[in-house]
């Protein structure tokens, strides 16, 4: 069949194949392999010769990483997590806008723009990529944590922020023509915005908190894991496509919302799992997506213009975070937590910029400079955050020298902090769980039931609270932190589970725990014989693969007469 006539596949067979090939390459000269898909991107877009992928089909194709991403957030993101982080937020979010927005006029009138042009171009500037900020935040394991809540907090506000955005651009586009607009039918269109919004958060909370829930709950009695998982998809996609279409919010939006009520239910473990396979391989072209939009040429053509935007994205907004998150009591880990994460720009900065061009507001070397502002701001997110983590380390250690550091001056502070340096146990010959899901939770009821001391390491406040109520000392953090399993006292443990699915993580944990005790038994789980290996290879005494285990337990039962075999 001819390639023009299948240009989906050759988008994403193209975009994963160069994606995998660059970001092998990135890996091995130690460098994010994100930075290799960007790469593949500008490869295989319209400014490179050679194959041309479809930018729009990519863009698409992106859209729905973003969504299955949002939806994963919102799954360990409750309604009260949100409500917890409002306070530094809204404000937050608000001010950086405010701040980003004056900076990116002030370079466009140094380049000659109009005042409205400005006014985009800032915009543009000021919102943060969903896709880097959860990434970065995973990579570090701090998602789940209060630095982790307030910088997604804060990025959800982004978000509201920038829908309000692209419902009035038009509206103000016309007022600035020139065209006799009258004030209250801007109003209007502010208020009808509000209004939709408004009702999608509500109908989200009193609705889809009993309908999702309730259809998961339907779909998991039917035993089929087909259905389950296809169930996740179609909710997490179904509700982002409706939220955008019946109440003009974003996608990443609606798909946000659909986590957090799923979340409130025990199958959100299972449900955040189905979803990763489908989320990873989209995330991927959500990069690749980005690469093919830039023109290479604008790193001749505007050299000091596009430093001068990458200073902005990096340097301006970073900076702004940090004073607002200080100045709100928070500790300086919080702050620079904050500050890197959203130190990048991403899918709404495209889709702003787009709109300003087809509403000419903006000359279309705009978008160049938001581009190669976005590409670069990306890559160098993993290197602000090596500099700023250093930096903390280093002042740390210099208040370790000096007097002792005051103690904490706000309620907020004293929670942030007491999370962000973990307690050492008091406890010694005991039992270290690691994941208190499906799996970890049996083993550490089985524990405490037996009588031993359980200490259980757990990010998520439902699994800890189940924890601490069946009777474990909780440490709340991802155990792949150093810091979280020093605390947890390993060289006087008795034994060791690992009860997490992810492999590698698994793996960072046992090897940690054996340098720190060479002689604890280390009990592993595994999906694959792949992992087994692996598992076993870092330092693991058992490794429990979960089908063979099902199957030696069914032969255990005696062969002959099933009715002459008493029942166990």
Aim: hydrophobic share 55%; proline share 5%; aromatic share 6%.
């Amino acid at each position: 069949m001819p390639e023009h006539q299948t240009p989906l596949i050759a988008t994403i067979a193209a975009g994963l194949m160069l994606a995998f090939i660059f970001g092998l390459i990135a890996q091995r000269l130690r460098v994010q392999p994100l930075v290799g898909y960007l790469l593949a991107g500008v490869m295989v877009g319209p400014y490179t010769p050679g194959f041309t992928a479809d930018p729009a089909l990519a863009a698409e194709l992106a859209e729905i990483g973003v969504i299955l991403l949002m939806f994963g957030v919102g799954l360990h993101f409750s309604l009260k997590d949100l409500l917890s982080v409002a306070r530094i937020a809204v404000p937050g979010a608000v001010g950086q806008i405010a701040v980003a927005t004056l900076m990116g006029a002030g370079l466009s009138w140094a380049l000659g723009w109009s005042l409205q042009a400005g006014f985009v171009f800032g915009l543009t500037l000021s919102v943060a990529s969903t896709v880097v900020l959860i990434r970065a935040l995973q990579d570090r394991h701090i998602l789940d944590s209060t630095r982790g809540r307030i910088a997604v907090g804060w990025l959800v506000v982004e978000d509201l922020a920038m829908v309000l955005a692209l419902v009035l651009l038009p509206a103000v586009a016309v007022v600035t023509a020139g065209e006799d607009v009258p004030a209250t039918r801007i109003v209007f269109s502010l208020l009808i915005t509000l209004a939709k919004v408004s009702i999608f958060v509500a109908v989200m909370l009193i609705v889809g908190r009993r309908v999702i829930p309730w259809l998961m709950h339907h779909t998991a009695h039917t035993g089929s894991r087909e259905l389950f998982r296809l169930a996740v998809y179609a909710i997490a996609l179904g509700v982002a496509y409706g939220a955008a279409k019946l109440f003009g919010v974003s996608f990443a939006l609606g798909a946000f919302f659909a986590g957090m009520v799923l979340g409130e239910s025990d199958l959100s473990q299972q449900a955040a799992e189905e979803a990763i396979p489908l989320r990873d391989a989209f995330a991927v072209l959500f990069f690749v997506s980005v690469g093919m939009l830039l023109n290479p040429a604008v790193f001749i053509e505007a050299p000091f213009a596009m430093l001068a935007t990458v200073a902005i994205i990096i340097v301006g907004k970073s900076a702004a975070a940090y004073l607002i998150v200080r100045a709100f009591r928070y500790p300086r880990s919080t702050a620079l937590t904050v500050s890197a994460s959203l130190a990048q720009i991403g899918e709404f900065s495209f889709i702003l910029i787009g709109l300003g061009i087809d509403l000419k507001m903006v000359p279309k070397e705009a978008r160049d400079l938001v581009l190669a502002g976005a590409i670069i701001s990306i890559m160098l997110n993993p290197l602000v955050f090596a500099v700023l983590e250093k930096w903390e380390r280093d002042k740390k250690g210099a208040a370790g020298v000096a007097a002792s550091p005051e103690p904490p001056t706000s309620t907020d502070e004293a929670e942030a902090e007491a999370e962000n340096t973990p307690v050492m146990t008091s406890l010694t010959g005991h039992d270290v769980v690691i994941g208190y899901g499906r799996v970890g939770s049996l083993v550490g009821a089985g524990l405490v039931r037996d009588g031993a001391k359980v200490l259980v390491i757990e990010a998520g406040e439902t699994a800890s609270t189940k924890a601490r109520n069946d009777g474990a000392e909780i440490s709340r953090g991802n155990a792949a932190d150093p810091a979280v399993l020093a605390a947890a006292n390993l060289a006087g443990a008795r034994r060791l589970y690992v009860t997490i699915p992810e492999p590698f993580e698994a793996g960072q944990v046992i090897q940690q725990a054996r340098l720190a005790n060479p002689t604890i038994d280390i009990l592993a789980r595994a999906h694959t014989d792949a992992a087994v290996e692996h598992l076993d290879k870092l330092g693991a005494n058992l490794v429990v693969l979960g089908e063979t285990e099902i199957a030696h337990r069914m032969l255990e039962r005696p062969r002959g007469n099933p009715a002459e075999t008493p029942p166990p």
